[in-house]
Every structure is written in C-alpha cells, then in structure tokens.
C-alpha cells in the first residue's frame, strides 16, 4: 500500500515564482526523504528530514515535516526551467522498517 | 566517477522470454535496490539486498529473481511468469540497509514486451 501520497498530482507556475508540494503519510515515521526525477531518469535525492526536526533548508528548498498532521511540504523558491521534473516523497513504511516507500508523485512544470 | 550504471537503457523482449537487466556500482554500497515504475506511479520495491549472497522480496517479487554474487553488481530477471512486465526499472544503491540512508539511483532500463 501507498505510504506517501503527494499533493497536486500536477503543478505549473511560472518561471522565478514559488512552488509548493505536500507529502500525506499513513504511520509513524523515522524519518522523509525528497527526491527528484526527470523525465525518463532515475531519481535524485534532495533532502532527508528527520522525525524530530521540522523544518530544513538546502539552497533553494526548504522542508517541513509536521508528525501530528503527518504531513511534510517541499517548497522551492525562484524556479527556474531547470526545476521542471515529479518530486516523490518517501518514508519507511512502519516504524523501525528499514525499506522506503515512495508516493505517487507531483509533477512540477516551470513556465519559462 | 562513482555512480550506478544501468544497461540497456532500453529493452524489447517477446513475450514468454526471461530477460535480465544489469545493475552495477562503484559505491562500495552494501545495500542494493530494485524498483518497478509505472507510467504516472510511484516506484514499488521488488527486492532488496543488504549483503552479498543475501536478499529479500519486496513488494512484488513475484514473477522477477535476483542475485548478488559480487558487492558491486545486482542484476535482475524479469521471467516468462510476471504477468504485466512492460515498465520502467529503476536499481538504487545505498552505504547499507536503512530508511536513515539515502538512495542513489542507476539512469533506469525501459523494459517493452509484446
């Protein structure tokens, strides 16, 4: 079963404008994590955060993680063309499980 | 250049023959990943190993085999009996088996059976 679900499946918004993407999970989480991927590609790793830290920043992305609502969010500030690709979330999908699983996606178009 | 190369990139098989996708890292990971995408999904975990000569099912094992006879390389079979093979194959590595690591991830081999 699905652990992730991210939130729009789908977003376009204009070059240097702000992209925000949600992340739902289902149980207890030790940690989340963001990737990357274009079009045909394997995945990047973005950002890694951790149950007990709610918030984190890398360059242009800052994270959130909120264990009450079980929700994280991943905003990228200043988009560029470059940007354009889906970001997955992922988690371990029970607590102290040692694989990760992986939401459906958002797909981010920038607009140049 | 460290990373993961996967090969072919892309593969076309008929249907009712086992094909097998290749895997390798220059890592030096203990953990090794196979992943199955989907047009529009996420990825599912098909198996998984932590060690040489050792691993585990994942999600949808049924109808691949797998092994890992070197540290470095991870290939996967798809076989004559997993029903709906069409589909992106994604092998990931990561320093050892853990939600707490990060996975890096092979370009991906596109798999078409008619």
């Known amino acids: 079963s699905q652990q992730g679900e991210e939130d729009p499946q789908a977003l376009s918004i204009q070059e240097g404008e702000n992209a925000t993407m949600n992340c739902s999970y289902k149980?207890?989480?030790?940690?989340l994590q963001w990737y990357r991927q274009n079009s045909g590609r394997g995945l990047v790793h973005l950002i890694l955060?951790?149950?007990?830290?709610r918030e984190k920043h890398s360059g242009r992305l800052r994270v959130t993680l909120d264990t009450s609502k079980k929700s994280s969010s991943l905003l990228i500030t200043a988009s560029r063309a470059a940007d354009t690709a889906s970001y997955f979330c992922?988690?371990?999908?029970?607590?102290?499980?040692?694989?990760?699983?992986f939401g459906t996606g958002t797909r981010l178009t920038i607009i140049p | 250049d460290g990373g993961i190369t996967q090969s072919p990139k892309y593969l076309f098989r008929k249907e009712g023959q086992n094909v097998t996708l290749s895997c390798e890292q220059n890592l030096n990971h203990d953990a090794m990943y196979w992943y199955r995408q989907d047009p529009g999904q996420g990825l599912r975990l098909i198996y998984y190993s932590q060690i040489v000569n050792d691993f585990q099912k994942g999600d949808i094992a049924e109808g691949y085999s797998v092994s890992r006879e070197k540290k470095e390389s991870f290939p996967l079979t798809v076989t004559s009996a997993q029903k709906n093979p069409t589909a992106f194959y994604l092998c990931?590595?990561?320093?050892?088996?853990?939600?707490?690591?990060?996975?890096?991830f092979g370009p991906g081999t596109r798999l078409t059976v008619t």
């Open positions: 149980t207890s989480i030790n940690n």
């Open positions: 990931a590595s990561s320093i050892d088996l853990g939600y707490k690591n990060e996975q890096y």
């Open positions: 955060i951790r149950s007990n830290e």
């Open positions: 992922a988690t371990d999908a029970d607590f102290g499980n040692e694989k990760l699983t």
